[in-house]
Structures are given as C-alpha cells and as structure tokens.
T-cell receptor, first 116, second 114 residues
Framework: AQSVTQLGSHVSVSEGALVLLRCNYSSSVPPYLFWYVQYPNQGLQLLLK??????LVKGINGFEAEFKKSETSFHLTKPSAHMSDAAEYFCAVSSNSGGSNYKLTFGKGTLLTVNP | KAGVTQTPRYLIKTRGQQVTLSCSPISGHRSVSWYQQTPGQGLQFLFEYFSETQRNKGNFPGRFSGRQFSNSRSEMNVSTLELGDSALYLCASSLAGTGKHEQFFGPGTRLTVL
C-alpha cells in the first residue's frame, strides 16, 4: 500500500524567506508524485508533478521539488516566500499494484503561513 | 475552457437523510474521481469513474455510491447520512485517469449533517 507523510502540519515563514515543505512517501512500485495547493474555500490546484525523467521539477509560482528515490522524498521549496503563498499544501502519490488502475493518496497537508 | 463544476456548493441535511452531489468535468475528460476532505482524516479517495465504469474504489461503506453518465458527468450519493459524513466533497477530472495525469479539482460541495 502507498502512503504519504508530510512533516509539519503548520509551517510559518517570513516574507522573503525560504519555503521548505517536507514530503516522504512509500510505494511498492515507482510512483508518480504531485504537489497541490488549496486556498480557502477552493479546490486543489496542481503546483508540479514528477512522473519520469529529470528529478528536479519546476512548477508554477516559483515552486520546485526534487525527487530523491534513495530517501523516498519529494520536498517542495521556494527560494523567497510571498504573502500570496499562504495556503495549504498537499503532497500526493499515485501508483498502482498492477493493471491500469491508479489511486491518488494524499498527505495530511501542511498549512503555510507567511508573516510580513 | 470551463473548469470542473460542482453543485450544489453548500448543503445542509439531517441524520438519516440521503444526498446527491453532482460534478461536471472539463470537456473531453473521461475520468472523474471523488474525494472526501475532513479536518481529522484529510483527503480520502472515494472512487473513480472512467467511461461510465467504476474503476477504483476507496475504503468507504456501501452508503457511498456514485455513477457516471455518457457525457462524463458524475453524481455521488450518500444514503442514511451520519454526523461523520459532514465534509467537503471534492470532484476531480482528468483526461485518462489518476496515473500520471493531472487531476483538475472543482471547488467542492460543503455538506453539513445535523
């Protein structure tokens, strides 16, 4: 079975500081990995995804994440936080145990607060 | 291109009642997935439909059911509502399924069970 662990349910940073949101996954097969963001009273929006190829993936709004197979991690970073980055962030893994039926499993989420 | 739409946005029901939620995917998307989001359990996968067939199912009781129509629109039904069913129900659509394809989420339906 696959699972996702997001370390830190709440992260607080100052505007302009580095953002680092941690995600570790477990999967018995090579996974597809995603980061989604959710603003209040809205659905989820994809920030970036890893499927195959380059392990450093760049997403929207200046975010990027690096897939590290040896560490089973997919941490999300942004060099300089902006007030508009305040939201809840979800790491997710999609994998299957055979056939073509995939299942998306989400972490519990990390609420990012950006202080002026 | 219009995004994923969900109706209604807010719903209040009482215990024991049943409810039907609707989701219209992005045009051309054949896969629709449903998720339940609660503060305690987070985002949990309910089921996925592809071309009118349920292709994958999460660990929810049989009171939760769904269907997909030929135009890819989907509905989910919850019968005999319990207080614990209060949640944000999110629908997501994608071109071909939940594998490596991005899922596009609707704004959700906020269900409150009294």
């Amino acid at each position: 079975a696959q699972s996702v662990t997001q370390l830190g349910s709440h992260v607080s940073v100052s505007e302009g500081a580095l953002v680092l949101l941690r995600c570790n996954y477990s999967s018995s097969v090579p996974p597809y990995l995603f980061w989604y963001v959710q603003y209040p009273n809205q659905g989820l929006q994809l920030l970036l995804k890893y499927t195959t190829g380059a392990t450093l993936v760049k997403g929207i709004n200046g975010f990027e994440a690096e897939f590290k197979k040896s560490e089973t991690s997919f941490h999300l970073t942004k060099p300089s936080a902006h007030m508009s980055d305040a939201a809840e962030y979800f790491c997710a893994v999609s994998s299957n145990s055979g056939g073509s039926n995939y299942k998306l499993t989400f972490g519990k989420g990390t609420l990012l607060t950006v202080n002026p | 291109k219009a995004g994923v739409t969900q109706t209604p946005r807010y719903l209040i029901k009482t215990r024991g009642q049943q409810v039907t939620l609707s989701c219209s995917p992005i045009s051309g998307h054949r896969s629709v997935s449903w998720y339940q989001q609660t503060p305690g359990q987070g985002l949990q996968f309910l089921f996925e439909y592809f071309s009118e067939t349920q292709r994958n199912k999460g660990n929810f009781p049989g009171r939760f059911s769904g269907r997909q129509f030929s135009n890819s629109r989907s509905e989910m039904n919850v019968s005999t509502l319990e207080l614990g069913d209060s949640a944000l129900y999110l629908c997501a659509s994608s071109l071909a399924g939940t594998g490596k394809h991005e899922q596009f989420f609707g704004p959700g339906t906020r269900l409150t069970v009294l």
